[in-house]
């Protein structure tokens, strides 16, 4: 289902991206599909959405911030060095992405099913 959340809802997006596969588009040139697994490891793949090859697959490993819950950290799984934050927008479906080099707005583009606390 699309998010049609009230400002009341307290969001879990901790198990929201747990059971879903999250998509988004960035500058309509590709997709970016995100699984999050409760190890604490992600799966990142990158659809060049021209020719629709695959065009990047990165295995990270990801924690929740305890500032913000709608925030979490993510690494590759061999460092302790983050290398970037992700921020998931689940009213206006987006999912920010900011590294020392960038700050990305993805659009996110399948139904999910958000769960709440």
């Known amino acids: 289902m699309w998010c049609n959340v009230g400002f009341a809802d307290e969001i879990d997006y901790k198990k929201t991206i747990l059971n879903n596969k999250i998509i988004g588009i960035y500058n309509d040139t590709g997709k970016h599909e995100w699984v999050f697994n409760k190890d604490g490891t992600a799966q990142w793949e990158i659809i060049h959405l021209a020719s629709m090859t695959n ?20 690494r590759e799984c061999s460092s302790l060095e983050t290398d970037g934050m992700l921020n998931f927008d689940f009213i206006n479906m987006t999912l920010r992405l900011r590294t020392s080099n960038d700050d990305l707005i993805y659009k996110l583009i399948e139904p999910i099913k958000i769960f709440y606390k």
């Open 55 to 74: 065009i990047g697959s990165y295995k990270k490993c990801w924690t929740q911030t305890e500032f913000n819950e709608d925030a979490f950290k993510y």
